[in-house]
């Protein structure tokens, strides 16, 4: 299975940009990166995914490096209520797989 | 409004009960999941269907059995078999190669 690397806690200032790193280094061609977020004991929350390309959405973006082996998710404009556990995981694009999930990264915004 | 419900959210039980943890979908979803979270942990995967009748072990299997009768479906049982049951667990679906869909969770704690 495909592991996902990433550090165990950042902090970042409220108002300024999020920046949480995921290494990917074994992710093969048929494998999407997925971006879930989770608020203190509520289910997790989809964030963005993407292949190769870099993604944006409402919530966030991602770039993910020329040579996929990792990627970054940047929320903009880090608000209070951006404080949770973010993960990121790989989704190949065979469907028939099961889904495993890290430890991810606890991200706290500092007021 | 579409979504996925687990019920109840707070159980307990006594040691050596089973009890089953409900999971219902009104997304049309193939796929259905279960995890285990422990506090401070990520997610491990318990079982995972990708459709009626069938249904796959996931990383930490022993102690769980799962059903999946109907679509909508997923109960899990969490039987006597497994020695540490007091956990948060959370149901999620997922349609095709989409993004997942998790419920609120239920946090089981033995007595």
């Known amino acids: 299975d495909a592991k996902t690397t990433q550090p165990t806690s950042m902090d970042c200032a409220e108002g300024r940009a999020a920046n949480l790193p995921c290494n990917h280094s074994?992710?093969?061609?048929?494998?999407?990166v997925y971006w879930y977020r989770q608020i203190h004991s509520q289910g997790p929350q989809y964030i963005i995914h993407?292949?190769?390309n870099n993604e944006t959405n409402e919530m966030a973006s991602l770039i993910i490096t020329e040579d996929r082996k990792s990627s970054t998710l940047i929320l903009p404009h880090a608000t209070l209520r951006d404080t949770a556990v973010y993960y990121c995981?790989?989704?190949?694009?065979?469907?028939?797989?099961?889904?495993?999930f890290g430890t991810g990264t606890r991200l706290t915004i500092i007021p | 409004d579409g979504g996925i419900t687990q019920s109840p959210k707070y159980l307990f039980r006594k040691e050596g009960q089973n009890v089953t943890l409900s999971c219902e979908q009104n997304?049309?979803?193939?796929?259905m999941y279960w995890y285990r979270q422990d506090p401070g942990q990520g997610l491990r995967l318990i079982y995972y269907?990708?459709?009626?009748?069938?249904?796959q072990k996931g990383d930490i299997a022993e102690g769980y059995s799962v059903s999946r009768e109907k679509k909508e479906s997923f109960p899990l049982t969490v039987t006597s078999a497994q020695k540490n049951p007091t956990a948060f667990y959370l149901c999620?679906?997922?349609?095709?190669?989409?993004?997942?869909?998790f419920g609120e969770g239920s946090r089981l704690t033995v007595l």
């Open positions: 999620a679906s997922r349609a095709g190669l989409r993004e997942l869909f």
């Open positions: 074994t992710i093969s061609g048929n494998e999407y």
């Open positions: 993407g292949l190769k």
């Open positions: 995981i790989f989704v190949s694009n065979f469907g028939n797989e099961k889904l495993t």
């Open positions: 997304l049309n979803h193939d796929a």
């Open positions: 269907s990708q459709i009626v009748n069938d249904f």
